[in-house]
């Protein structure tokens, strides 16, 4: 089957006749311009998720962000807690029996 692929788009599966319904010359040409703008900043995600992965894996624990420390420092404080959750002895989320 013949078929008329935006340059630089190469389809590695095969490609049977359903495939023309799904992925038109145009919805190529879409996902063709998404990984065009997009894949620089892809691979910049994934590398910092992996640099972030390997400090976590070497032992360092997460934190808190250095710009909310005002927040954590401040003598804030909620509300007083509702009755109803303060007395929890009961809560139906849901159906009685299995499915």
């Known amino acids: 089957m013949a078929v008329n ?4 788009v190469e389809v590695l599966a095969d490609i ?4 023309a319904e799904i992925l ?3 919805a190529l040409a879409f996902v063709a311009k998404l990984h065009r ?3 620089p900043t892809r691979r910049e995600r994934i590398a ?3 640099a972030r992965q390997a400090e ?13 420390a005002a927040v954590r420092a401040g003598d804030w404080k909620i ?5 109803d959750l303060l007395d929890r002895r009961v809560e139906i989320t849901g159906r009685w ?3």
């Open 56 to 68: 976590l894996d070497a032992g360092k624990l997460p934190d808190f962000l250095p710009q909310t």
């Open 16 to 19: 049977t006749p359903a495939y």
């Open 37 to 39: 703008r997009f894949e």
């Open 48 to 50: 910092a998720r992996a």
């Open 97 to 99: 029996s299995a499915r």
């Open 79 to 83: 509300a007083p807690l509702p009755a």
């Open 5 to 8: 692929l935006p340059q630089g």
């Open 24 to 26: 038109t010359p145009e």
